[in-house]
Structure formats: C-alpha cells, structure tokens
C-alpha cells in the first residue's frame, strides 16, 4: 500500500511540474512576444528579467518531470530514481498549488487582457513620458487658457476651454483604463480616494 501511495506521489508530482512548466512557458511568451515586437526588449529590462525568471523557473519545475520520468523510457538515472522517492505528499500538494496558480493567472488574462496587451504590463519610460505630453497639451494647458479667459471676463471662451478640457480628461482616462472597467464589477466603496481632492491649496 504505501509503494504504491510512493508511486501515486512522485506520477501526480511530475503531471504537476508538467502543468507548471507548461503555464510558465506561456507566461514567458506573453512577455517576450510583445515586447519584441514593440521592440522594447532592451528599454524595458523589468519585462525583460520577469520573462527570465519564469523561464528559468519552467526549466527548474520540467526538470523535475523530466528526471521522474527517464527511468520508465528504459533510461537508468540514478537522481530520477532519488527524485522519485524524495517526492513526499508535502511537496505533491506545493506543486499542485504552483500549477493550480498558474492557471488561474491564465483566467485572470481575460480580465485585464487590455492592461496586458502589448508591453503595457512592463511600461517603459518613453510611454510614461507620452502620457505626461499628452496630460499636459490636452489638460494643463486648456485649464490654463480657461483661467486666463475667466481673468479676462471671456466667459464663452471660459466654458469653451473647460468643456473641451474636460472632454479631453475623460477620453484619457478612457483611454488609460482600457475596457477593464466595462469587464470588472466594482462595489461600493472600491473606487474611493483615499484623501479627500482639494479644489485649492490650503
């Protein structure tokens, strides 16, 4: 009974490292792809080191499958047969939980599949800066024309520059936030500040 509990341990241990080398590799890809073809490989060394870690992380946990199952393709190898009998209940249940959280983050793509298209999960400097132009021509610069006409007692140019301005403010949240608002559920209390915004300086 208990080799055959032995048996039933390091068989579900490798199907799971298989599970989770499969679900890192994919993590991998996701990464890289996009990165690559933005070619943003080199500017975005944070995208560049997850995809690496993953990597060697799939190679790690395949490793381990590959070294249980040599000796059932005819192939002696003595660390296989000592993985084998190394692999405990314990670490069953980890390597489950390891593959179990892999898929689940694959579930989680749909999700936020916008935030994640492309390289916008590893953002870069030069898009930080893009949004920085982009706040500042569209938002700073409209309130400050409509202050300056509001100054100047041009109250249609007023309500012109802060409609377009605020206009522009949603398209850029819009923008910003992708279709993850129109997918995800919020409930009361989920969007709150945590500081009260300030009209003016105290």
């Known amino acids: 009974m208990t080799d055959t509990l032995d048996r039933m341990d390091w068989r579900i241990g490798a199907a799971a490292n298989l599970v989770v080398m499969l679900m890192y590799f994919m993590i991998v890809a996701a990464i890289l792809v996009p ?26 946990h395949g490793s381990h ?59 870069d400097m030069r898009e930080r800066q893009k949004q920085a132009l982009e706040i500042n021509d569209n938002i700073v610069q409209g309130l400050a024309t409509a202050k300056l006409a509001l100054e100047l007692d041009q109250h249609a140019v007023t309500r012109e520059a802060l409609e377009s301005t605020l206009a522009s403010a949603r398209g850029l949240i819009t923008e ?27």
């Open 35 to 60: 990165l690559i073809k933005e070619q943003q490989l080199r500017a975005n060394r944070l995208g560049a080191a997850t995809a690496a870690i993953f990597f060697t992380c799939a190679v790690h």
């Open 65 to 123: 499958s590959v070294h249980m199952l040599l000796p059932s393709l005819g192939i002696h190898s003595a660390s296989g047969l000592a993985m084998r009998a190394a692999f405990d209940p314990f670490q069953v249940v980890w390597d489950l939980i390891t593959a179990a959280m892999g898929i689940y983050y694959w579930t989680l793509r749909r999700t936020y599949g916008s935030l994640m298209s492309g390289a916008k999960l590893f953002e």
């Open 176 to 202: 910003l936030l992708g279709d993850v608002a129109e997918r995800q559920t919020f409930e009361p209390g989920d969007l709150r500040r945590s500081k009260a915004a300030l009209l003016r300086k105290a």
